[in-house]
């Protein structure tokens, strides 16, 4: 071969040489790895979410029911869970709330408020940072909320006055006689003592032979006790059942009157709404007839179960629904329009007549979850 051509063949050779190499650096992955799938075809990663959750007090026994439920159901879901003790007092509501937005949270409870108009404008910043809106116990009036889970007050009071019917009814031969009926009331002026007692009313009023006498207990066992006296004292044996309309903080002091006239609390069939671990007790000893359980625990599981679900993308029930769960103490549960804020759901949940329905022991009341000290 000709000197000239060997050189030719040589700068041909190194030029396909360079070219190779060339490919071969464009198909090397870059530093530090392997070659990973396009990003867009991962999902995109959102975080842990976040309920930010006010209560009315947390020394109260159903307000640390409420928690509980939250607190356990958030874990379960691995949700982190804020809560705030607002002591009922709207400005600290509001306050939370400002907080709540700044920490970036993804859903709000409102677990009971004493003013339910003051608090408004926080619900209604929520609504503007697109952050659903629950609430338990009580329904801030106006804003939007999402959903209300709640108890029935008039049927529930109906239901335990009802049974005490019964109780008169198997101490007298399936009948119910003349005689008197004690009913201490909470505060009058208060919305919910209005709905208890228009419930006793709705049942007592169809015997005509029966007569109510009232005295207003003011949500308190001394006043309780000093009206159920009074009354005892001015009727003494014509007095054939006593009604309270929430024994878990006003049937200690009724037994305790009635057994200081000397008389036993069983023979009067004592019974109202709501009981707490004080009117768990009055009932195990067979002081307390027939008291209706509020669904607490139940209330709050339900609300964080159901935020998740937004959460999720997944719808919750809509108005005119009914929700089933079989076994579940609040089932059926029926939604309805909120008729308290501008715009929302009302879940109303089923409450258990305590012995009738559920025994004491009963772990799904709510009363066996909170310990006695707290």
Not at 53 to 80: P, R
Not at 208 to 215: A, E, F, H, S
Not at 303 to 328: K, Q, S
Not at 340 to 352: S, V
Request: proline fraction near 5%; include cysteine; charge should be negative.
């Amino acid at each position: 071969m000709k000197k000239s051509t060997w050189v030719l063949f040589l700068l041909v050779l190194l030029a396909l040489t360079l070219a190779l190499a060339g490919c071969s650096a464009d198909a090397e992955p870059p530093s530090g790895g392997e070659e990973t799938p396009a990003a867009a075809e991962e999902p995109a990663e959102t975080g842990t979410k976040k309920i930010g959750m006010v209560v009315k007090n947390a020394n109260a026994e159903y307000i640390q029911a409420f928690i509980i439920g939250a607190e356990e159901t958030s874990e379960a879901l691995g949700i982190e869970l804020l809560v705030t003790d607002a002591q009922g007092d709207s400005i600290k509501i509001m306050d939370a709330i400002d907080t709540f937005i700044v920490q970036g949270i993804d859903g709000f409870i409102l677990a009971g408020a004493v003013d339910l108009k003051t608090l408004v404008p926080g619900i209604e910043r929520l609504n503007e940072e697109n952050i659903p809106v629950f609430a338990l116990d009580t329904s801030p009036e106006g804003g939007y909320v999402d959903m209300f889970l709640t108890f029935d007050l008039v049927e529930s009071s109906e239901k335990a006055a009802r049974q005490m019917i019964e109780g008169i009814k198997s101490a007298n031969n399936g009948e119910v006689p003349e005689g008197v009926v004690v009913e201490i009331t909470g505060a009058l002026v208060d919305m919910f003592a209005v709905e208890c007692n228009q419930g006793f009313n709705n049942v007592i009023s169809q015997y005509p032979q029966l007569t109510v006498v009232q005295g207003e207990g003011n949500w308190n066992n001394d006043d309780s006790y000093n009206r159920t006296s009074d009354l005892f004292t001015r009727y003494g044996d014509e007095i054939i059942a006593v009604y309270v309309h929430t024994p878990d903080i006003m049937g200690a002091g009724a037994v305790a009157a009635i057994e200081n006239t000397g008389k036993d609390p069983a023979d009067f069939f004592i019974s109202g709404i709501c009981i707490g671990l004080e009117g768990m007790d009055l009932i195990e000893q067979g002081k307390l007839y027939a008291v209706v359980e509020q669904p607490a625990l139940d209330s709050a599981i339900l609300a964080v179960n159901y935020l998740n679900d937004l959460f999720n993308g997944e719808a919750i029930p809509e108005i005119g629904e009914v929700v089933e769960v079989e076994g579940a103490l609040w089932s059926p549960g029926t939604v309805v329009e909120n008729p308290f804020a501008d715009g929302g759901r009302m879940m109303i949940l089923q409450a258990p007549l305590v012995p009738q329905e559920a025994d004491t022991d009963n772990p799904n009341l709510w009363e066996n979850r909170i310990n006695p000290g707290q």
